[in-house]
């Protein structure tokens, strides 16, 4: 079995991998009207995708997004939902979220 000392070096070498890899939000809101959800990512870069896509419930109240976990994952608290934002740019940017 592996020492505790060594897994969580592993982790934590596996988390700074993720910071310089990964795309994280600054930034989360909703914009009613176009219905979309709308994220600034690190490096000043914003992506903004159809609500509809996200599996989400249809009428589900999205304007209290928060971003959490050093910006790698949205909340929304009116239903108890996550989402990993670097899923979320992949998505976006194989255009499976296209709309």
């Known amino acids: 079995m592996e020492a505790l000392d060594e897994t969580i070096a592993r982790a934590f070498a596996r988390g700074e991998a993720a ?4 795309p994280r939000a600054l930034a989360a809101r909703y914009d009613a009207a176009s219905r979309r ?13 159809p609500a509809a896509v996200l599996g989400l ?14 910006g790698f994952d949205l909340y929304f608290p009116a ?3 996550g989402a990993y934002v670097p899923d979320l740019c992949r998505a976006a940017i194989e255009h499976r979220l296209a709309a």
């Open 79 to 81: 239903f108890d939902e």
């Open 37 to 49: 959800l709308v994220l600034t990512l690190d490096g000043n870069v914003e992506i903004a995708m």
């Open 19 to 22: 910071l310089r890899r990964e």
């Open 57 to 70: 419930p249809a009428n589900a109240d999205l304007s209290d997004v928060r971003v959490e976990g050093g």
